[in-house]
Every structure is written in structure tokens, then in C-alpha cells.
Nanobody, 120 residues
Framework: VQLQASGGGLVQAGGSLRLSCAAS????????MGWYREAPGKQREMVAT???????NYEDSVKGRFFISRDNTKNTVYLQINSLKPEDTAVYYC???????????????WGQGTLVTVSS
């Protein structure tokens, strides 16, 4: 599975961005998809995840500001991020949990990341 993230950039505090992550899924079945972020000097953390049945989960600090969605027809997951804060500055990575067709074992795959910088 190849994941291509886009949509990052420089934005002022209070602004919004929409991140996209397109998955190349030939030969695979995608289950969970999600967004993680890695701020300077910090460990990578989960931001939001969405299952194949559209159940969502969010990290506490982003609840009510970040919204994850997916378009299965386009194999794309989105992250709408609103009311951005300087502490949201990080590289945002998309992630998927997938299995090969005909197999049961699932693996995690990562995209290359997109930088979000929030100025105060």
C-alpha cells in the first residue's frame, strides 16, 4: 500500500487546513486509516482514526476541532483541521492497516508526511 499525503502548509492560529491522503491499494484491502503527527522533539502520536465502517476515534486535544473522513471510492482519507493552534505544528502522517487479498494478516503502512506549521 502506498500512501500519498498532501495539504499541509503554513497557517495562522485559528485557521483551517484540509489534509488528504490517497492510497494505492491494488491487491490490498484497507481496514483502518488514520492520521498521526510528530512534533519537533516529541514522539509520534495518534490524531484520528477511522475504520472501514466509518467509526472514528480522536486524540483528546483535537476533539471538536479535527474531523476525519474517508472516501472509499477514491481510497482517500481526509483530515479537516480547524481552529489551529501553534501546538498543532507537526509533520502529519497518514497510516493504513491493510491486508493482501486472500490473506488474513494485516500490516500498517505509512505515508511520507506533510508539514503543518501554525504561527501565533
Amino acid at each position: 500500500v502506498q500512501l500519498q499525503a498532501s495539504g499541509g502548509g503554513l497557517v495562522q492560529a485559528g485557521g483551517s487546513l484540509r489534509l488528504s491522503c490517497a492510497a494505492s491499494t491494488r491487491g490490498f484491502v484497507i481496514n483502518h486509516m488514520g492520521w498521526y503527527r510528530e512534533a519537533p522533539g516529541k514522539q509520534r502520536e495518534m490524531v484520528a482514526t477511522i475504520t472501514s465502517g466509518d467509526s472514528t476515534n480522536y486524540e483528546d486535544s483535537v476533539k471538536g476541532r479535527f474531523f476525519i473522513s474517508r472516501d472509499n471510492t477514491k481510497n482517500t482519507v481526509y483530515l479537516q483541521i480547524n481552529s489551529l493552534k501553534p501546538e498543532d505544528t507537526a509533520v502529519y502522517y497518514c497510516n493504513s492497516r491493510a491486508r493482501m487479498l486472500g490473506r488474513t494478516l494485516e500490516y500498517y503502512y505509512w505515508g511520507q508526511g506533510t508539514l503543518v506549521t501554525v504561527s501565533s
